[in-house]
Nanobody, 124 residues
């Protein structure tokens, strides 16, 4: 059974950086596409970034493109999300999720397992 654990969230000033990490436990790490989503207070959960099972392709929401970087470390079975040039609009709870597929999609309902979330607050 797959389990995901996020870490690295916290509070940072606008313009700063944070790195979130998603630790994967379970079988077949290399078989999963993995993504990060976020949910702000009163809003729907939204796709942030995704990476294919082999790490060969990455996808980003327009709102974070050029500022966030997703990667996949097969040795440590983690999926980091490097977040730079943070804005107050990035404030949210960030979740990692796995999709047992060779492709990555931005739709919440298609994902098979989720972590518990890691809060990020960006202040002015």
């Amino acid at each position: 059974q797959v389990q995901l654990t996020e870490s690295g969230g916290g509070q940072v000033q606008a313009g700063g950086s944070l790195t979130l990490s998603c630790a994967f436990s379970g079988p077949s790490f290399i078989s999963y596409g993995m993504s990060w989503f976020r949910q702000s207070l009163g809003k729907e959960r939204e796709f942030v970034a995704g990476i294919t099972w082999d790490g060969g392709r990455t996808y980003y929401a327009d709102s974070v493109k050029g500022r966030f970087t997703i990667s996949k470390d097969k040795a440590t079975m983690t999926v980091p999300l490097q977040m730079d040039s943070l804005k107050p609009a990035d404030t949210a709870v960030y979740y990692c999720a796995v999709l047992y597929s060779t492709v990555v999609v931005p739709w919440v309902d298609d994902y098979d397992s989720w972590g518990q979330g890691s809060p990020v607050t960006v202040s002015t």
